[in-house]
């Protein structure tokens, strides 16, 4: 069934302050007010005010905030994704797909605590799962597997993702207090009461670093155990 697009939303009539609205450009400014301000920013009032147009105008293209929310992380998705195409080997595919996540969720790291966890529902979102299971299917996989699997790749890389950005949006005084933590607060522990960590204790500052990537190859070395012989490469 067609949906049938509101006249007023056809029409795009500017706001008073010469502006014409889209879901485009309402998804950016609330895309900029949640990196200015926080989640909080996002509200209708707020928007209305930085749009220059009167507040019930937005629901003239979102439900309201839940579903502009649905937008933002679909809109996020998009713009990782932007240029992708997968090439032969559909590991190296795989991976490439979850260093896009994650460099779209760091551009955005306020936002992305909104959005890791939503099923958007929308064309990035969709377009994304198809090729992602679709490069599983290519490698062998029975359909119930390739679902399965890549529902277990994909909620890792989200998650993994998703705790850097919150880390990237914590204060700069924060971020560096947790950092010190690993060069100072543990590198004087009793040894005889931490013996792992005194073991390990010149290795701790590197804890501090991001295991993103790491964790990334350890799930496809398991993928790729698993896969089917001799389909490393879907050409």
């Known amino acids: 069934m067609t949906t049938r697009v509101p006249q007023e939303r056809k029409r795009r009539r500017p706001t008073r302050s ?28 707020r928007l209305g005010a930085a749009l220059g147009c009167d507040p019930t ?17 679909d809109r996020i998705i998009g713009d990782a994704m932007a240029g992708f195409v997968p090439g032969d080997d559909w590991v190296a595919a795989l991976r490439e797909i979850a260093l896009r996540v994650r460099a779209g969720y760091l551009a955005h790291p306020r936002a992305a605590a909104m959005a890791a966890h939503r099923v958007t529902r929308r064309h990035n979102e969709i377009r994304a799962v198809d090729t992602g299971i679709g490069l599983l299917l290519t490698a062998g996989f029975a359909p119930a597997d390739a679902a399965r699997l890549y529902l277990a790749f994909i909620d890792t890389v989200l998650s993994h993702a998703a705790t850097e950005a919150a880390f990237r949006a914590l204060p700069r005084h924060q971020r560096e207090a947790d950092h010190r933590a690993w060069r100072d607060v543990y590198q004087d522990l009793d040894p005889e009461t931490y013996p792992s960590l005194t073991a390990v204790r010149p290795e701790l500052p590197g804890m501090a670093d991001s295991s993103f990537e790491q964790a990334v190859d350890l799930l496809l070395e398991a993928l790729t155990a698993r896969a089917p012989a001799g389909r490393h490469s879907h050409r």
Do not use: C, N
Request: proline share 2%.
């Open 57 to 73: 105008a937005l629901y003239r293209y979102f439900h309201g905030t839940d579903d502009l929310v649905l937008a933002i992380a």
């Open 18 to 45: 010469g502006v014409v609205l889209s879901e485009q450009l309402i998804v950016e400014t609330a895309l900029r007010l949640i990196g200015e301000h926080g989640p909080e920013a996002l509200s209708v009032r």
